[in-house]
């Protein structure tokens, strides 16, 4: 399974990344994770659903403890090469 992880760490400095926000993007960009996307208000990836969340768990624990008061995520299950894993889950409960 393939997952995408959106993320953003809180509070937001305009005038430089806080702490938090730089220990998020190295654990992000230091994972072996796919399509690393890391912007000033949000930062996705994806990968293999293991990866990502061993990712995601050290991206908490770092960012928390580097200052973070808030870590927004969300992950979603993308379409591998061979089709969607929510359209293959769905299919087998419908073939009886």
Same mark, same amino acid.
Request: proline fraction near 3%; hydrophobic fraction near 45%; glycine fraction near 10%.
């Given at each position: 399974?393939?997952?995408?992880?959106?993320?953003?760490?809180?509070?937001?400095?305009?005038?430089?990344?806080?702490?938090?926000?730089?220990?998020?993007?190295?654990?992000?960009?230091?994972?072996?994770?796919?399509?690393?996307?890391?912007?000033?208000?949000?930062?996705?990836?994806?990968?293999?659903? /293991?990866?990502?969340?061993?990712?995601?768990?050290?991206?908490?624990?770092?960012?928390?403890?580097?200052?973070?008061?808030?870590?927004?995520?969300?992950?979603?299950?993308?379409? /591998?090469?061979?089709?969607?894993?929510? /359209?293959?889950?769905?299919?087998?409960?419908?073939?009886?």
């Amino acid at each position: 399974m393939r997952l995408r992880v959106e993320f953003t760490t809180e509070p937001f400095d305009l005038d430089e990344a806080p702490a938090h926000a730089l220990v998020a993007r190295d654990i992000v960009t230091g994972a072996e994770l796919d399509a690393v996307d890391v912007g000033p208000f949000g930062n996705t990836a994806e990968g293999d659903a /293991d990866q990502v969340l061993g990712a995601v768990a050290e991206l908490l624990r770092g960012s928390l403890e580097a200052g973070a008061t808030r870590v927004s995520l969300q992950v979603n299950v993308i379409a /591998d090469a061979a089709g969607s894993d929510a /359209d293959a889950a769905g299919a087998e409960g419908r073939s009886s």
